[in-house]
């Protein structure tokens, strides 16, 4: 394994999508902020004293990695790792004496690593532009924690999915297809399911009266709204989807942390375990 691990990593430090990744959450992570400080500014009009806006919360670009970071990894891990199949590495490890669970895990952890990186460039890169325009974060540092500790394991999460695919299917642009189209349809699910998760249980609606004046009517049920038992399946299946989590980290409104871990290690000891299985009695031939 460790003979694994160090030729994976010394290919990663070579790698150009790896490199690429890092730098677009550099970007990013310069971006945000600036592009937040920007809109407060346009908002309060001409502001000649950094003083006078306060505190505006770097806490509402610092977590925005979150929106984006199982696209890069689900890029960068199906190329990374389909290139083993396209250059014939993997049977090479495998003729060598390395055994598949070895390589398969060698992979995973190199893959999780470098997406950790890129996130960690986000975050380094936004708290540096972000702490002098922005000020402090207004929350606790244990909320600061929890987020960045579970939106880890989200990460780990599409790691894992994503490694499971890619080593159990032989074609790199395949694999690529399914990783991106994958991430894809689980983030257009998760923004569905908030959307019906978030409809208000009454809807206020307003007349007017013979003076013009504007009356609010009594508030009726909304049709929408979802109850019971089909309200814990929509909140379980979007707890349960990495994309949803990065919605709510994101936007830090989860409100049970320790369910979200406990779904994000599931996802991983599950596809991890899973893989390892399958790519054992892949022909790689």
Avoid at 128 to 154: D, E, H, N, Q, Y
Wanted: aromatic share 14%; net charge positive; with cysteine.
């Amino acid at each position: 394994m460790t003979k694994l691990l160090s030729a994976n990593f010394l290919r990663l430090w070579k790698n150009k999508t790896f490199w690429v990744s890092a730098i677009i959450c550099v970007a990013s992570g310069v971006l945000a902020p600036l592009g937040e400080f920007r809109a407060v500014v346009s908002m309060n009009g001409r502001v000649t004293d950094l003083g006078e806006l306060g505190n505006l919360a770097l806490l509402e670009v610092f977590f925005g990695y979150a929106s984006f970071i199982g696209i890069l990894a689900g890029a960068f891990i199906s190329l990374f790792l389909g290139t083993e199949y396209s250059d014939g590495t993997i049977r090479n490890k495998v003729m060598a004496g390395h055994s598949r669970v070895a390589i398969y895990f060698a992979n995973l952890i190199v893959g999780f690593t470098a997406s950790l990186v890129c996130m960690a460039a986000y975050m380094a890169s936004c708290l540096a532009v972000g702490a002098p325009l922005l000020g402090w974060f207004s929350k606790p540092a244990s909320l600061i924690l929890t987020t960045i500790f579970g939106s880890a394991l989200m990460l780990a999460a599409f790691c894992a999915i994503f490694t499971f695919v890619t080593m159990n299917v032989s074609r790199k642009s395949t694999s690529v297809v399914i990783c991106l189209l994958g991430v894809f349809i689980m983030l257009f699910l998760a923004i569905y399911l908030y959307a019906r998760l978030d409809e208000p249980e009454f809807i206020q609606d307003y007349s007017f009266s013979v003076g013009g004046e504007i009356l609010p009517m009594e508030p009726e049920p909304n049709p929408q709204y979802l109850r019971g038992m089909e309200r814990k399946v929509y909140q379980f299946i979007f707890d349960l989807l990495p994309t949803g989590q990065s919605i709510q980290y994101n936007g830090l409104i989860f409100t049970d942390p320790v369910r979200l871990m406990v779904m994000s290690l599931a996802l991983f000891v599950g596809f991890s375990g899973a893989g390892a299985a399958l790519f054992r009695r892949k022909d790689l031939k």
